[in-house]
């Protein structure tokens, strides 16, 4: 029985302005249009013999991530929610415990067939252009965990890449496509790397994995058992919400924070490397980006509203407005609405420390965007000054924003399009086009899309305070608790 966990937990900080924590770039149509990392992601899963997957997310993106299941037509998957990130041996351990009970669950007694629960784990940013040759891959890996390897997936380097770390390949395991794991490697610097690409026995580590899921238990017990312990009892005490597992926070909260290849991989006598050759990227940078992407005559990926001269083997990504670029290579340039990042590729690697610099600066850029998504719909702050706060809101057919009120700020809303079912305290009423409502501080309000169209409104909020935790809510139809959250 193969379980594919859907692991979707990352920030993905090296590709910010984009990539942002509360929309981070598995949620993101990267490499084609209409279609998420995530979204990517389960559809290669599409002709292997597979159980529902398990996505394992941070709470904060669950509705993302469910909106994101539902958008896709013949998928489906279980939810679970993690309320900290705490790293891919305890999702892992999560996982195997997940379809241990779900192998107990479907087991018919005395009848004779595999029940063994094989997890399969895919990280949800990696793109994949080859999906026979990925399934081909899995297959091959099977017999390998069936018989208690811990098998990875190593993808033959094509040039000396210090952002991966590597697998050095051992002796090949008889009858099987597979390869023992001499050594697993950190990420190493150019003069290594190019020394392994040489060399022919190095594998970048993909970070995908299968195994036996009372394997790794097995494992976890030797090499982990805290994270074990830890998620034993966060699932023990976990909650059905809605269509979600809500893992158990106080106990999740006493599990070490740490990745699957130091916590058990390196330490096992049990790895096994199956090589990968499908067109793997785990679109961890920008160039890596760029690879997966089309390059013009002059060695540039330009996307969006670009206008160039003299300017070769560079990206650029417009999204909201012209962006010209004269007389400049080998750079990046990413425009959101709200931040620009102008980077030469040498230092591409290097993004993650303007990240911690807004962190440390107390800046919001790189933890949202100025558009906001959520489960009703979306909102962009369009402006913003003293005292005052603009907002466009969209909310989808049938989206209804909690009841609420706000201690320090009033407001404003006027349709633009759409009828609104607007909630005042006792009183209930429908607002259309081109008419408007006021909010006091204070006052009890709601907002409803009863339309089969987007209702789209424009807010204007004044007041002393305008964070959006001036929030307190009363009711939610999507079993909201956290404030700031509308």
């Given amino acids: 029985m193969l379980f594919p966990v859907i692991l979707a937990g990352g920030h993905g900080s090296r590709l910010w302005p984009l990539s942002r924590q509360q929309h981070p770039k598995q949620f993101l149509p990267l490499l084609t249009p209409h279609l998420s990392m995530l979204q990517a992601t389960l559809t290669r899963l599409k002709g292997l013999e597979i159980q529902t997957p398990l996505l394992i997310c941070n709470e904060e993106h669950r509705f993302l991530a469910a909106e994101q299941v539902r958008q896709l037509p013949g998928s489906s998957a279980q939810i679970m929610l993690e309320p900290m990130g705490r790293n891919t041996a305890p999702a892992l351990a999560l996982a195997a415990l997940y379809a241990e009970q779900q192998t107990a669950c479907t087991s018919v007694p005395d ?3 595999d029940t063994d629960a094989i997890i399969l784990a895919l990280p949800a940013d990696h793109a994949i252009t080859d999906v026979p040759a990925f399934q081909a891959a899995v297959i091959a890996a099977l017999p ?23 697998l050095h390949r051992g002796a090949p395991i008889a009858n099987t496509t597979g390869f023992e794991v001499a050594e697993f490697v950190e990420k190493p610097d150019q003069d290594t790397a190019n020394h392994y690409v040489a060399d022919g026995h190095y594998y970048w580590n993909s970070g995908i994995f299968m195994f036996k899921a009372r394997r790794y238990l097995e494992e976890l017990v030797h090499f982990q058992p805290q994270v074990l312990a830890a998620c034993e009892a966060a699932l023990a005490k976990s909650e059905r919400d809605l269509d979600f597992i809500r893992l158990n926070s106080a106990a999740f909260a006493t599990c070490p924070n740490i990745s699957v290849d130091y916590g058990v991989m390196e330490h096992t006598t049990q790895a096994a490397m199956v090589p990968l050759a499908a067109g793997w990227s785990d679109v961890g940078s920008w160039s890596a980006l760029a690879q997966q992407l089309t390059p013009d005559t002059q060695g540039n990926t330009l996307r969006g509203d670009v206008l160039t001269e003299q300017v070769s083997n560079s990206l650029i990504v417009a999204e909201h407005r012209l962006v010209a670029a004269l007389g400049v290579q080998d750079v990046v340039i990413i425009e959101t609405k709200d931040a620009v990042l102008v980077a030469h590729k040498d230092h591409e690697q290097d993004v993650k420390q303007l990240v911690a610099k807004l962190e440390a600066e107390g800046r919001q850029e790189h933890i949202v965007h100025r558009e906001c998504h959520r489960p009703w719909g979306k909102f962009d702050a369009i ?15 049938g989206g209804r924003l909690s009841l609420q009120m706000h201690h320090h700020r009033a407001e404003h809303w006027v349709v633009v399009s759409g009828t609104a079912r607007v909630t005042l305290g006792d009183q209930v009423r429908l607002v259309t086009e081109n008419q408007s409502v006021y909010i006091p501080v204070g006052q009890l309000h709601a907002l409803e899309n009863p339309g089969k169209l987007p209702l789209e409104l424009i807010e204007v909020q004044s007041g002393t305070y305008l964070g959006e935790d001036d929030i307190v809510r009363f009711e939610d139809h999507y079993g909201r608790t956290e404030r700031g959250k509308r």
Avoid: C, M, W
Wanted: without cysteine; aromatic residues 10%; glycine residues 14%.
């Fill in 144 to 166: 390998l965990a069936k018989a208690g390897k811990l098998v990875t997936f190593g993808i033959t380097p094509t040039h000396g890449e210090t952002g991966y770390g590597y």
């Fill in 383 to 397: 402006d913003s000054g003293d005292r005052y706060q603009v907002k466009r809101i969209t909310v989808n057919p």
């Fill in 111 to 113: 009848k004779i067939e």
